[in-house]
């Protein structure tokens, strides 16, 4: 009876000990809590402008512009820290120094810079007469590091332009869910954009 014992403990020792065998996984994204629309108002009479923004955005003071000070006090990041996103937001005044033809090709020009990674670039014109905003908003597809781009202007003295930006590697599959949820605040943000005067 022994020997049956030690027997079966010794198949049971070999049979624990052969190679387990090994199922690749497809490459997964971590799932991302994403929070339930809500919005605040940036009404800061410092500022030229005002809009709603989601209130689980930040919205910082712009003090550095690639190591210098921004042209004027009106540039803002809205960040959104539990997401790791940020919408660059910087202001201009329309002269004799900033036409606004040159902001318009400039604004082009940095919306063009990503096609070295985008897909293709799609651009939605928008008007409103009433509140004087007008612009385009760039839906910039494919691994660009900014997906939604746009300005906004009353073509005499005002311009605002927006970016969002990750703080990643750009990858279009993984920061989709998140770039569709705040492309939605992107557009609230222009639709109650309103200037001071």
């Not at 930040?58 to 190591?67: C, L």
């Not at 004027?72 to 606004?100: A, C, E, H, M």
Request: proline content about 7%; aromatic content about 18%; some cysteine.
């Amino acid at each position: 009876m022994s020997r049956y014992i030690i027997a079966f403990f010794i198949c049971s020792l070999l049979w624990s000990c052969r190679p387990e065998t090994y199922t690749p996984r497809p490459r997964g994204y971590y799932e991302v809590e994403l929070p339930e629309h809500n919005y605040q108002k940036f009404d800061n009479p410092a500022y030229p402008y005002s809009f709603e923004y989601p209130v689980y955005g930040k919205v910082i003071p712009d003090t550095n512009f690639f190591g210098e000070k921004p042209e004027n006090p009106y540039w803002i990041n809205i960040d959104f820290p539990s997401i790791g996103g940020r919408i660059y937001v910087s202001y201009k005044i329309i002269g004799p120094d900033q036409t606004l033809d040159k902001l318009l090709d400039d604004s082009y020009e940095m919306t063009i810079f990503h096609t070295k990674r985008a897909d293709y670039i799609d651009d939605f014109v928008f008007h409103d007469d009433t509140n004087r905003v007008h612009g385009i908003f760039y839906n910039v597809t494919g691994n660009a590091a900014s997906a939604y781009q746009f300005y906004a202007t009353d073509s005499v003295r005002h311009y605002i332009r927006g970016a969002l930006y990750f703080d990643v590697t750009p990858n279009a599959d993984s920061l989709k869910p998140v770039n569709e949820f705040l492309r939605k605040d992107m557009e609230h943000l222009i639709q109650t954009l309103r200037w001071r005067n």
